[in-house]
């Protein structure tokens, strides 16, 4: 049963400080990895989908790189901000066709 | 695009009555739609999997006779807590799944609903 681990589980940082965020997964016989943000009492928006295939995925200040082998995914956040405190979480499915398996996350405080 | 809703976004109902949730698909034809729910400070856990078209599949632990899936058509899915109690208020989240168009079977989650059984 794939479990995903997410490190840590809190982090606070001043702002303009570079960050990385660490998930890591049991089972590397993974389709895709996809990083997502969620802030309090709202739902998830989609930030990265690495295919299983690729090393890594950018999108702005944001870097995410996947280490299938070794069941291992960072996302980078560079300059961060205080807008991007957020709880970050990081899901796999485990084929094309099944849900996501999430990690709990890793709870962002940039302090300005 | 690829954009998912869901309605309502928040619920308050009295303890034993039944609340229905829907979720859709906007732009693109959702062949699966998965649901899940998040208690505080917790992480997502999947309820069961929507396929259009056929039953549902639950998690172990689900009740199913409890939470109903119906997945009639290709933009929509609706989830009914029946007979509600205190223990069923938590977030529920769909996700959508684009089995046509994409390649790389990307999820896209709707908004959320949060549901408070008094």
């Known amino acids: 049963k794939q479990e995903v681990t997410q490190i840590p589980a809190a982090l606070s940082v001043p702002e303009g400080e570079n960050l990385v965020l660490n998930c890591s997964f049991t089972?590397?016989?993974?389709?895709?990895l996809q990083w997502f943000r969620q802030d309090p009492g709202k739902g998830l928006t989609s930030l990265l989908l690495?295919?299983?295939?690729?090393r890594e995925q950018t999108s702005g200040r944001l870097n995410a790189s996947l280490d299938k082998s070794s069941g291992r995914s960072t996302l980078y956040i560079a300059a961060s901000q205080p807008g991007d405190s957020a709880t970050y979480l990081c899901?796999?499915?485990?084929?094309?066709?099944?849900?996501?398996?999430f990690g709990k996350g890793t709870r962002l405080s940039v302090i300005a | 695009g690829a954009v998912v809703s869901q309605h309502p976004s928040w619920v308050i109902c009295k303890s034993g009555t039944s609340v229905k949730i829907e979720c859709r698909s906007l732009?693109?034809?959702?062949?699966?739609m998965f649901w899940y729910r998040q208690f505080p400070k917790q992480s997502l856990m999947l309820m069961a999997t929507?396929?259009?078209?056929?039953?549902?599949?639950?998690e172990q632990g689900v009740e199913k006779d409890k939470f109903l899936i119906n997945h009639a058509s290709l933009t929509l899915s609706t989830l009914t807590v029946t007979s509600a109690h205190p223990e069923d208020s938590s977030f529920y989240i769909c996700?959508?799944?684009?089995?046509?168009?994409?390649?790389?079977?990307?999820?896209?989650f709707g908004p959320g609903t949060r549901l408070t059984v008094l």
């Open positions: 996700s959508a799944r684009d089995g046509v168009a994409r390649s790389y079977n990307e999820q896209f």
């Open positions: 089972d590397s016989a993974i389709y895709n």
């Open positions: 899901a796999v499915p485990n084929s094309g066709n099944t849900p996501l398996v």
């Open positions: 929507s396929n259009e078209g056929s039953k549902a599949t639950y």
């Open positions: 732009d693109f034809q959702a062949t699966t």
């Open positions: 690495i295919q299983s295939s690729q």
